[in-house]
């Protein structure tokens, strides 16, 4: 892996990603990939790109050896061996390391080997100086027995819908920074960029490794199934498929790594997948996921809190995170999951399980990685940056797409069998009526619907539509700006508004709880339950619900924050009353037909999953 030194805008945002300075940094004016650092400082290397972590290395591959290779020129300084482990605060001076390397205005290659113990989680080095000193060419070495690194051909698939300022980037990164470099994946790396938008121009953007292919909207699942194919058709043949999000924000160097993980790996980890991080476009140190898992309660769950990547104790921590299925009560997170902003497949996994659910969207990369029930990989320096959830909540994903795939899914191929997905709709029905949210508990009843047709109707080509229809049925927000008037007769002054105010719930005793439940929050019982004029202000997510504030309300008033957006809802007991008598009538359906449905879904898998079908189903 190179010692990664870089002016792209996550780095120059978060500069820490990099290096962790008492001085400044700099690209060097006068020699090309130099980089100048300032003295008197000491410039630490041990950080969340740029520290070796040695304990995974370790674990997935063969190497077992390693080195660190240096060329500096400039003022005297002196070379230090680091390391840190989960209880590190702060970095660790590898006794008996320091080396003095001389003032010279000529550049000087040194190679160092590399010390650790079994406790040692990351490895990595600083550099102190009393001068300036400049740096070039450096990065970690391992040595491994002569015959042990894997042939991988490693092809990459970007499913794209009309994200050109995104992919337009990464195409342009990966032709210069993967293909055009000096590294070993230059000559192993392709990459198919699936166009679902056909928006793109294909001819002027393809060349002999990176290929721009036309295809008709059917969703990420559609999308990735031809990337599949195409990496498998592709001459050579791929050996392993990397699965990436087009609205990312990339760093090739994470590619490399990835290519020499691949090739150096353990045969215990051959048919593992290999999970990036999801970093925050917003806050680039921060680490929002890495590995998911369906909890109990049928939600999709990330297994650790966001980390913070500048900070050494959680960039340590993290590589060392055990998955704690042991404990009691965590079960469920042994149905882990990579989702495909980043993940990579290993081919004789295609083959054995086949191609991904004809679902459009939602789950079709977690019913994937719990249908293969692979080992996993992931280590720090893999990632890419993402915009967080809450910036991109989509009634018509979160509530129709996901009812429909989670009940497909699990029918299907046994998908997460210890989540009882019935129990969340049930939760997610109340909740949409708690909120007085018609429209979504509406989208939601629609998934049940279209789920109760039988695998044809989700196998022939209308997704699109579906999708489409549920955006249309979704709730309609407005700017804020727009609903200022009626918001103040409402007594809801929006110049008085925080988003701690907003998501702020407030406190109900079991009492206040049970009778909510069981008016639907007054949608039933007596109306003297609803106190007149009674404004609820709650965030427009389900991420943040704020049942709390909702029950005896007239109206409710749900913002979306960052899209400066919302709506105002008013209580209808009679849309109540259609949406709960046709809701319960499904679940009952739902009961008497579950063994026909989960026959029906289970025989059609190998069928919905084959290379046939989706050849058939795309039109190639």
Known sequence: MNVLLSDDQQFVQSPTLLCRSSGRWSPSSSIDGAWRFAGPATHDFTTFFNALPVRKWRRYTVADSFGIHLEVRGAASTYSQTRADSFSRYTDVVEGTSRELPASEAWQSYDFDLAYTDYDTIVSFMISCEGEVELRNCYYYAE???????????????????????????????????????????????????????????????????????????????????????????????????????????????????????ALVREEYADAFVGGSMMSLDEPTDMYERMGFMRFDGVCDRMHPTMHMDVLHDVASVDDFDVPSYLPGCADQEQQYFAWWYCVIPMTQVERHGLPLPIFVRYDDVEYSRRCKPRFMNMIGICVWHSPFFMRYSGASERYQTTRNALIAQYASDFAPLSDFVGMLYHWFYMEIARFNYAHAALLIKGMEDFLKGPEWIMRPLAQQAFMDANRAAEKMRPVEELDGELRALGVNLDKLTDWIIYRDAPMSPRERRLSELTYNGHRGPRSYIVEGKVAVIDAFDFEHGLGKLPRAETVVAIDIPNRQASIRRRSRTRFKELHTRFHSLIKELHDREDELKEAYSSALPQMTSFPFWKEYLGI
């Open 144 to 262: 491994v027995p002569e015959g042990s690194v894997r042939d991988v051909e490693l092809a990459l698939c970007t499913t794209t819908f009309k994200k050109e300022e995104y992919i337009l980037r990464n195409i342009g990164l990966m032709r210069k920074d993967v293909l055009g470099s000096d590294n070993a994946v230059a000559g192993h790396f392709w990459a198919h960029v699936v166009d679902n938008g056909r928006t793109l121009d294909a001819e002027a953007l393809s060349d002999e490794r990176i290929k721009v292919h036309p295809n008709d909207n059917v969703g990420g699942a559609g999308g990735f199934a031809r990337g599949m194919i195409e990496s498998m058709e592709q001459e050579p043949r791929a050996t392993h498929v990397l699965l990436m999000d087009d609205d990312v924000v990339i760093s090739p160097e994470s590619i490399v790594r990835t290519y020499n993980l691949l």
